[in-house]
Each structure stands twice: as structure tokens, then as C-alpha cells.
């Protein structure tokens, strides 16, 4: 394992490099997930069983160098009935938390954090059918469409859906978004968790390396999100980082998949506590992206959030204290990375 400092010193050599324009000279989004919009269940009181960012919150991270916030939400609670309207008093709760992020000057990845699910049903199963999940992404892409920095991220972590079911419940969400004029930058998932060490796996139903291949975006104007943990299970539910190792190769293998395929790539979750192989192995994916800003648009560390207690070992909130190494570990990768780019493709492109 190399020293944080020899991996450190990596990552800002790397941000000198540039690459043919898939993305932009460095990539473009650097942030974390403000979780507490995902929590609880559908009928839960705002305030008490869920939450989204304050303002306070959201200037800390804006003020170290972030430039976007993954916004997690539950599905259920924004569309309490299949193919019926969204629920204004939530959609408000968003729009408003949206309207902060970008006052601060960052994008926001709008995330229907229900991992393949509604409810209990899986996306492509009656009643949440593929004309479900379109539905409601048309719904959802009207509110913001065209809007400047708002990301559309179609659903976190699908699991025990077959690869290419998948596949066509995203392209039917896909289609929905551009049929009613969206152009923003659409994140597409792979099932088995999305899960970057797997990528080119057959777990379920084909590999997404494979089946994936088949999105279909007439604008063109999407990338893959990937998630990895660099604990021994690939999980983020572990402090310590055995599979650092296994972490940093996967980023490697999806970096490698990307070149060969012509596509980007967003890494929409990853983690670890402070432990020594855990920050080393951070800062080699940073260094990963960062060398190979023609196909990594940026990533999104897991997480943050107004409720997120202190003992949390990946926690980065800002508490009374020391500032977390992993927040610090971010903003100096955030100021390594310097790219831009749009969220919205513009019209005639």
C-alpha cells in the first residue's frame, strides 16, 4: 500500500492532466450525499422522521470546495400513488432544498434513493411497471427541466433485478424525460447495487459491463453512476478497509470500460472511516478520477446529513470539534479538480 502522502502528491500531479473533451479538464462535480430526505417511511412526518439539509450545512460544504450535493429522496413520499401527481407540500420541501444548493453555488443530483423498488414491488413488476417508473420521471423531469445544475439521477442501487430488466425500465424513464423537453444530464445506474467492483459480472440477468451498452438516450447526454466501498465486502458498513485494494481496482476496471466503451462515468457513493488503509485507498481513486477526466464527470463521497450521528465512522457533518480528515482529504481533491461542465446540454447540440 502506498503512503497517503506519495498517493496525495499523485493527486495533484494527476489534475495536470488533460484529456480529449468527453467530460472537461478535470471532472466537473466534487461533492457528498446530504442523506435524511431517504429516511423513514412513506407516511413519516417531516421534521421527525426525515429531513433534508439546512442551510448552515449546506454552506459548509460549498465553502470546502464542493460543487455538488447528491439529494436523496424516497419515491414513495414524492408520488404517494402510482401514476398520480406528486405531493406538492414534498416536491416543495425539495424544490426549496434545491434553491439553497444552488445559492451556494453547487449542482444538485436529484436521487430517488428506493433501490429498485416502490414500496415493497420491484420497478417492472405490476404496479410499478416500467410505464410507472416512466411516469413518474416525466413528472419529476417537468419540475425541472432545463434547469441550470440540477442532475437527474434515475433510481439508487437497483439489486435482485435482472440486468436487463433493468435496462428497460431506465430506458422507459429515459425516454419519458426527453419526451417532455428535458435536456439535463441523466446518471444511469446498473443493478447489483451499481456496484463498480461487479460491473463487468454476470450477477444477475447479464453483466451490466454488457447489458448496460444498450441505453438509449436520443440526446445522448447521460453517463454511468457507479458506487464502491472499500471495505472487505464492498458494502460501507465496515470500519476498517480490507478491500481497499479491490476498491481501487475496480475504479481502474470501470475507468478502463468507460475509454474502451466511449462513455463517463460518476461515482455516486463511496466511503470510509479514518483508518489508515481506508485514507490511502481514498486518495488513489481520487487520483484515478482526477488522471482520467475524459471519462469521469466526478463523485459524490457517502455522506453527510443534519442527522448523521458523530460516531459515524464515514460521517463528514460538520460537528463541534476537529474537522473530519475525510473532509479534508475532499477539499483538497476538490481543489485539485477544477473542471466544469454543463448540466444541461444546450438546445441544437
Known amino acids: 500500500m502506498r503512503t497517503t502522502q506519495h498517493l496525495t502528491a499523485l493527486l495533484f500531479a494527476a489534475a495536470l492532466i488533460t484529456s480529449p473533451a468527453l467530460a472537461a479538464e478535470a471532472p466537473c462535480y466534487r461533492g457528498v450525499n446530504l442523506s435524511g430526505g431517504e429516511y423513514g417511511e412513506r407516511g413519516g412526518t417531516y421534521g421527525t422522521n426525515y429531513t433534508y439539509p439546512n442551510e448552515d450545512t449546506i454552506s459548509y460544504f460549498a465553502e470546502k470546495g464542493m460543487t455538488i450535493i447528491r439529494l436523496p429522496f424516497r419515491w414513495e413520499r414524492?408520488?404517494?400513488?402510482?401514476?398520480?401527481?406528486?405531493?406538492?407540500?414534498?416536491?416543495?420541501?425539495?424544490?426549496?432544498?434545491?434553491?439553497?444548493?444552488?445559492?451556494?453555488?453547487?449542482?444538485?443530483?436529484?436521487?430517488?434513493?428506493?433501490?429498485?423498488?416502490?414500496?415493497?414491488?420491484?420497478?417492472?413488476?405490476?404496479?410499478?411497471?416500467?410505464?410507472?417508473?416512466?411516469?413518474f420521471w416525466a413528472r419529476l423531469a417537468v419540475e425541472f427541466a432545463n434547469q441550470d445544475g440540477v442532475l437527474f439521477g434515475l433510481m439508487n442501487e437497483p439489486h435482485d433485478i435482472k440486468a436487463t430488466d433493468w435496462l428497460d425500465a431506465a430506458n422507459a424513464a429515459i425516454r419519458s424525460i426527453r419526451a417532455v423537453?428535458?435536456?439535463?444530464?441523466?446518471?444511469?445506474?446498473?443493478?447489483?447495487?451499481?456496484?463498480?467492483?461487479?460491473?463487468?459480472?454476470?450477477?444477475?440477468?447479464?453483466?451490466?459491463?454488457?447489458?448496460?451498452l444498450g441505453v438509449r438516450d436520443p440526446l445522448n447526454f447521460y453517463a454511468y453512476e457507479v458506487h464502491q466501498y472499500l471495505d472487505a465486502d464492498s458494502s460501507g458498513t465496515h470500519p476498517t478497509c480490507e478491500g481497499a485494494g479491490a476498491a481501487v481496482a475496480a475504479i481502474n476496471g470501470v475507468t478502463a470500460w468507460l475509454k474502451q466503451n466511449h462513455k463517463r462515468g460518476f461515482l455516486g457513493e463511496f466511503g470510509a472511516s479514518t483508518d489508515k488503509d481506508c485514507m490511502s485507498g481514498l486518495t488513489e481513486i481520487y487520483a484515478t478520477m482526477s488522471g482520467n477526466s475524459d471519462v469521469w464527470l466526478g463523485w459524490s463521497y457517502w455522506a453527510a446529513g443534519d442527522w448523521w450521528p458523530a460516531d459515524e465512522p464515514f460521517n463528514v457533518q460538520p460537528r463541534k470539534g476537529p474537522e473530519r480528515p475525510q473532509m479534508r482529504l475532499l477539499a483538497e481533491a476538490a481543489k485539485a479538480d477544477a473542471g466544469t461542465c454543463s448540466a444541461v446540454k444546450p438546445a441544437g447540440k
Open 78 to 135: 414524492l408520488q404517494p400513488a402510482l401514476g398520480g401527481r406528486l405531493d406538492e407540500d414534498e416536491l416543495k420541501r425539495i424544490k426549496d432544498t434545491i434553491g439553497l444548493i444552488r445559492k451556494h453555488g453547487m449542482a444538485v443530483l436529484l436521487d430517488p434513493h428506493n433501490f429498485g423498488y416502490y414500496d415493497k414491488t420491484q420497478v417492472g413488476t405490476a404496479p410499478a411497471t416500467d410505464a410507472a417508473f416512466g411516469d
Open 181 to 212: 423537453g428535458a435536456r439535463n444530464l441523466i446518471l444511469v445506474p446498473g443493478t447489483a447495487w451499481s456496484g463498480a467492483g461487479s460491473w463487468e459480472k454476470d450477477v444477475i440477468g447479464g453483466a451490466n459491463g454488457t447489458v448496460m
